[in-house]
């Protein structure tokens, strides 16, 4: 490098030349702060247009695929000029053909994602060419570490772009390719040591005992119309006696009504299995139109009506249109009438028998029994003594209430 003193001769023996040197100098900077203004642009739009809209993970992807890719076009570069000889432009043009045609497959593969929801052939492509590119590189290795940094490489990058490729697939189709059939909780299952409800133990364990009982009834029965012999007829009864003893025993069969619902519909599906082989839309276990629940009342007969304004509660009401309902249907007309009987309660009025009836639609039978369990509850009983002790009424199912200024109402 030249001293001061030099460059300070140099100036003075030749000013035309420091001159032209000093304007060229000066266009040089021009160009270099131009050409560094454009390509400081240009990388801002690039990063806005296609590195800002993408999520860290698949900008984090794509660098580490660019690097692993590197890697592996650097041992195709050693590769060409050692084992196949070439050298200059020659090995310069040459030695990345594969890489690129890498690259150009990924890209495919991309679009037809988009397009097609799925990578295609050009997928497939891809890990065929990386092998490719893996082997060969491996093979100009020098060492064993060497060689499997070389097999590793390229797989890394074509993991990275499969990885890549999963997260547009589930971007574009919400959801994976596939589902695969051998998964450890899919084993669990199959060996029973998980479930696959959030169903208790007791539960699974009730299910499985009303199923078995469902099956052995199933099977008797079969037998039975079947004709079979008397001794297969008493293993298939015994069978089916040891699982009914059971499913009493751990389910509680026998005093739980939703149990017994469930053993019920499991029963009535296995025997109406034929039932399938028709065309008609209707599951088994849907009932038939003539047995259709009778909507309830809106008013109850005169004759009934009459009947239960006498104060007499041990006279037997019968009622001559009886409802037929089903278990659903009666749990919810008690829950209706159960909320009607706490409404009058806390307005200090103990409802009648015929009240409960008209107010719900249901019988006076019905009615009669809900409210000689209910009116022993605390409140509803305080209600009652305390009429009979103000005003000397007994009970009777259609006695007068208090109304809420404490006056006596007369009978309806």
């Known amino acids: 490098m030249p001293t001061f003193e ?7 023996e030749k000013p035309l030349a420091t001159a032209v040197i000093a304007l060229l100098g000066l266009v040089g900077l021009g160009l270099a702060f131009l050409i560094v203004r454009v390509a400081w642009r240009a990388a801002v739009w690039l990063f806005a247009r296609y590195v800002a809209q993408r999520p860290v993970e698949d900008v984090l992807t794509i660098v580490a695929a660019s690097i692993a890719t590197g890697v592996s076009a650097q041992g195709m570069w050693r590769f060409s000029g050692d084992v196949l000889g070439l050298d200059g432009p020659l090995r310069l043009l040459l030695f990345a053909f594969i890489e690129v045609a890498i690259i150009t497959s990924a890209v495919r593969a991309r679009r037809n994602m988009r397009e097609n929801f799925s990578a295609g052939i050009d997928g497939i492509a891809v890990w065929a060419l990386t092998c490719l590119t893996a082997v060969l590189s491996s093979m100009d290795a020098r060492s064993l570490p060497e060689a499997v940094f070389r097999l590793a490489a390229p797989l890394v990058a074509a993991w990275l772009w499969e990885r890549g ?5 589930h971007r574009i189709r919400g959801g994976g390719r596939i589902n695969w059939r051998l998964t450890p909780e899919r084993l669990l299952v199959r060996v029973g040591l ?5 169903r208790t133990a007791s539960e699974v364990d009730a299910h499985r005992r009303l199923t078995r009982v469902a099956l052995a009834a199933k099977r008797a029965k079969a037998l039975r119309e079947g004709g079979a012999s008397e001794r297969k007829m008493r293993a298939a009864l015994a069978k089916l006696d040891k ?11 026998a005093v739980d009504p939703a149990r017994q619902e469930a053993l019920l519909a499991q029963i009535a599906a296995l025997y109406n299995t034929s039932a ?3 065309a008609d839309p209707r599951v ?7 047995h259709r629940p009778v909507p309830a009342r809106p008013a109850l007969p005169h004759r009934l009506v009459e009947l239960v304004e006498d104060e007499d509660e041990d ?5 001559t249109t009886p409802h037929v309902v089903d278990t659903a249907q009666r749990a919810a007309l008690m829950r209706a009438a159960r909320q009607y009987w706490d409404r009058q309660i806390a307005k200090g009025i103990v409802p009648r028998t015929v009240d409960i009836a008209q ?14 369990l209910w009116k022993l509850e605390p409140r509803a009983h305080a209600l009652i003594e305390a009429l009979y002790q103000q005003h000397g009424i007994v009970d009777t199912g259609a006695f007068p209430a208090i109304d809420d200024d404490g006056r006596v109402l007369a009978k309806s």
Do not use: C, K, N
């Not at 088994?284 to 003539?290: A, L, Q, S």
């Not at 249901?362 to 009615?367: D, W, Y």
């Open 315 to 319: 006279i037997e009401v019968l009622d």
């Open 276 to 278: 399938l082989i028709d």
């Open 194 to 198: 998980a479930e696959v409800s959030d």
């Open 165 to 169: 490729m999963a997260i547009e697939r």
């Open 284 to 290: 088994p276990w849907e009932p038939e139109p003539e």
């Open 6 to 12: 030099e460059i300070a001769a140099f100036v003075t």
């Open 359 to 372: 107010e719900i639609g249901i019988s006076l039978a019905t009615a009669r029994e809900y409210r000689a």
């Open 243 to 253: 699982a009914m003893d059971q499913a009493v025993e751990h389910t509680g069969l």
